[in-house]
């Protein structure tokens, strides 16, 4: 997958192409990161990135001009069609179901917005999909940009070292509209809290149903909405419903 991103601070994504499971899908060639800076497409002597809002008030916008050039030329580095998506607070809020769509597209631009936004125009007429990470407002669309790619890498066939890991993640595989359970490593006890016994048996198939129910138990106490959902969806079994 090869994603641009059009931000003006091109230095913060080194947090996912240095480090840990993007930086390696970025060395394997599994997923590219590339930047393009709008000040690079300015034409004045400042490189001006902002412009005052028409109609007053307090704050700026990202300037027209250098965002529309800098799109142009992610697409044309691209080299294929590229779905657009706007990182905006006023998007739909970010969930499994579309990371995992997103994550089969080839080619992907993020535009991360600073000040107040960019122009509705541009909006209206360049960005495909528009997506929030949360009902709270960030200063810019860069940490947000960062959680799509890092949350897309791990959809990516060959990204994580065991494909399993994903499956068995929260939202995802037989997770689907759950939580995970909780999991344990060594020693077998800590502060005074021992392992679960069954953990230990090597019973397979009794690991897997105390996993299930924890996942439910747990999901019942943190998220019932997930469990409304859950039960709408054709994944739902027998062994659930006892
Ligand atoms: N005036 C905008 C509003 O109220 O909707 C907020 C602008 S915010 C200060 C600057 C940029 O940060 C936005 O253009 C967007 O790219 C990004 N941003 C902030 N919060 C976000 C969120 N929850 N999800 C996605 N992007 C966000």
């Known amino acids: 997958m090869n994603v641009t991103v059009l931000t003006l601070f091109p230095e ?41 809002p028409f109609g007053g008030g307090p704050g700026m916008l990202m300037k027209v001009e250098p965002l529309l050039a800098a799109l142009k030329a992610a697409r044309e580095q691209l080299g294929v069609p590229a779905r657009v998506v706007y990182l905006t607070p006023q998007g739909r809020k970010l969930d499994q179901p579309a990371v995992d769509r997103l994550a089969t597209e080839p080619a992907m631009i993020l535009i991360a917005g600073r000040y ?13 999909e528009q997506w929030s990470i949360g009902d709270y407002v ?79 138990g747990r999901t019942w106490q943190r998220r019932p909405d997930l469990l409304e959902a859950r039960q709408h969806s054709p994944g739902l079994n027998s062994e659930e419903q006892d």
């Open 12 to 52: 913060m994504l080194q947090a996912i192409t240095g480090y840990g499971i993007t930086r390696r899908a970025v060395e394997t060639g599994l997923l590219t990161v590339n930047a393009v800076n709008p000040r690079d497409y300015t034409t004045d002597r400042h490189r001006t990135v902002d412009d005052r």
């Open 138 to 216: 960030l200063s810019g669309g860069e940490l947000p940009a960062m959680v799509m790619i890092d949350a897309m890498a791990r959809r990516i066939p060959g990204v994580l070292g065991h494909q399993d890991s994903a499956e068995q993640d929260s939202f995802s595989g037989t997770l689907a509209n759950l939580l995970d359970c909780p999991h344990y490593t060594r020693p077998e006890e800590v502060n005074g809290l021992r392992v679960p016994e069954v953990l230990l048996s090597g019973h397979h198939e009794a690991i897997r149903r105390w996993r299930l129910k924890q996942a439910l």
């Open 116 to 128: 107040e936004g960019i122009d509705e125009r541009v909006v209206a007429t360049e960005v495909d």
